[in-house]
């Protein structure tokens, strides 16, 4: 294996309630997708100084931050993770505890929505959000009221919003989809806007990626869907069929719709499906610039395999023995 294929070496700092821990063992943190939580998995050791059996077993709420120290073709010091503690399991016999936990979206996950925003943009409802979960905010401002939407035939009513998303998140998460915009939480940061318009990372396997593997699902390479609406403004039914003929086909149906909308949520829908087609799982040394969204262009295995792809999720590992690692996957970019 050449050097470059070689797992990173690096530390870790632990904070818990602002009292730095040592004895971490491994942490492993992952994110499934651009509008979910990222989760964390962290190990410690019971026998640290500052952090023994009853620290953990005393435990009450609990922040975390977990901070990068020296390491071999990274800078020390990168912050990695930042957020709650959600469960404590103490294995006595072999000293150690095992905390997981959510970033800080979690205190919008476990908040329910018990309001109406119809008069609102989405922008400032992201903000209030931010606001109240005591984080900072990073928001793309918006004009339209989202009362709006249900007007202009988007999927969700403004007029049952409140009963429709059963916590702030999922409320952000669909009106971040309306936009066409990310939502996610970094550090002590929600972030609500566009996806930053950044060049794909390179990526050659036997340099940066050390493991590759592609899943074709032959029946996505050309999938048929239909959408079907009635719009009861217009008095009429609409449908459209994109795609070609790879043995999958899906229908949907869609409210108040015109026939402009059906043929582009047609075209739209086709697109997703057919990008699911080729699944890369990549295995590389770890680094801290790749997240969901994130596109790569891959190289290097001689192959049509070789092209650009867009993250669905990743996953960061720091061990003592195994150094620094990260896993992803992505689908291929038509």
Known sequence: ??????????????????????????????????????????????????????????????????TTTVSAGLNGGSSLFQGQIDTVMLDVGAGAALLTGRDFSARLIDREVNESFSNQTASSIARQFAEAANLSANVTPTSQPIGQYYELAHNGSALALHSRHPTRWDLLVDLAEIEGFLVSVRGTTLIFGPAPVVAPATLFYGQELMEVTVDRALGLLSPSVTI??????????????????????????????????????????????????????????????????????????????????QLRSIERRIGVAGGFIQRFEATRVI
Not at 1 to 6: A, K, Q, W
Not at 19 to 43: D, H, K, M, N, W
């Open 1 to 66: 294996m050449s050097e470059n294929l070689v797992a990173r070496a690096i530390g870790l700092d632990v904070v818990i309630n602002g009292i730095s821990i040592t004895g971490a063992l491994s942490f492993e943190v992952a994110q499934e997708s651009p509008y979910s939580a990222a989760r964390f998995r962290l190990v410690m050791a019971l026998n640290s100084p500052a952090a023994g059996i009853e620290f953990y077993a005393g435990m009450g709420v609990a922040t975390i931050a977990v």
């Open 228 to 309: 079907r609406s009635w719009n009861p403004r217009l008095q009429g039914a609409f449908t459209a069929t994109s795609g070609g003929s790879s043995g999958v086909g899906l229908t949907l149906v869609k409210p108040n719709l015109t026939q402009a909308q059906v043929l582009a949520h047609a075209q739209r829908e086709q697109a997703r499906l057919a990008t699911q087609s080729v699944l890369l799982r990549a295995v590389m040394p770890g680094e801290f610039s790749l997240e969901p969204a994130s596109m790569v262009q891959v190289q290097g295995t001689g192959s049509s395999i070789d092209g650009l792809y």
